[in-house]
């Protein structure tokens, strides 16, 4: 029986797109500032830069304008980024089935990668603690901790207190998302929100047991895995 549902968080739970573009308008804030450039063509060249290329996008901003900089001032552009508070929200689908899987008395948690204070601010924007039984940021463990790693996996089924096979863990990415269902018996759903990671490629070639496009399908899934056990 399913006991516990656990999510990752971007392009699961929310969108990386959404949290980028927050990020950018912080940042072409603090350069208008200290620039005395236009804000809105700040922004607007930052999106066009990172659709580009997602690559040195703060390089290639300075570039643009012929501003001189070092590499401690791309650093700390980055540090701007990753500590500033993100205008992000959850998709639609995602409160009304958290609401669904506490009806029926499944615990719900959420195991996300990238660096901490990014994730931290996320979280706390969303609100995230009042929803979820039990949150790990991996990089809070170690950057050699991030997913694949099952160490988070390891540390929320003790947290749950849940057997292995009474969770599901939900991800979008198939570079790191489904693998641990090769080390533990974790039944694992694919949601393809068509986000960054969409197209990458499976990790060993181990694939989800389910794919969705909605987490309205969720409930569907967490029966239909209930009633493959009760046949076995």
Request: one cysteine or more.
């Amino acid at each position: 029986m399913i006991k516990a549902v656990v999510f990752d968080l971007d392009d699961t739970l929310i969108s990386e797109r959404k949290y980028i573009e927050s990020g950018y308008l912080h940042i072409s804030k603090v350069l208008c500032d200290k620039y005395h450039l236009f804000e809105n063509e700040l922004y607007q060249l930052l999106i066009d830069l990172f659709n580009e290329s997602p690559k040195y996008v703060f390089n290639r901003l300075l570039d643009r304008f012929g501003i001189i900089y070092t590499h401690r001032d791309i650093q700390q552009l980055i540090e701007e980024y990753r500590n500033h508070i993100p205008s992000i929200e959850f998709y639609n689908d995602v409160l009304p089935n958290l609401e669904v899987l506490k009806q029926e008395k499944i615990k719900i948690g959420i195991i996300t990668d990238g660096y901490a204070n990014a994730q931290r601010q996320k979280l706390n924007a969303l609100k995230a603690h009042c929803y979820f039984d039990e949150i790990i940021v991996t990089d809070e463990l170690g950057r050699e901790y991030w997913k694949p790693h099952p160490r988070s996996f390891e540390i929320i089924k003790s947290k749950l207190n849940v057997d292995y096979n009474e969770m599901i863990y939900i991800g979008d990415n198939p570079e790191k998302d489904f693998y641990i269902s090769s080390i533990y018996p974790i039944k694992t759903i694919r949601i393809n929100r068509c986000g960054f990671y969409s197209d990458r490629s499976y990790f060993r070639d181990i694939r989800e047991s389910q794919s969705i496009i909605s987490l309205n399908d969720l409930k569907t899934m967490v029966e239909k895995f209930d009633n493959v056990k009760c046949t076995k």
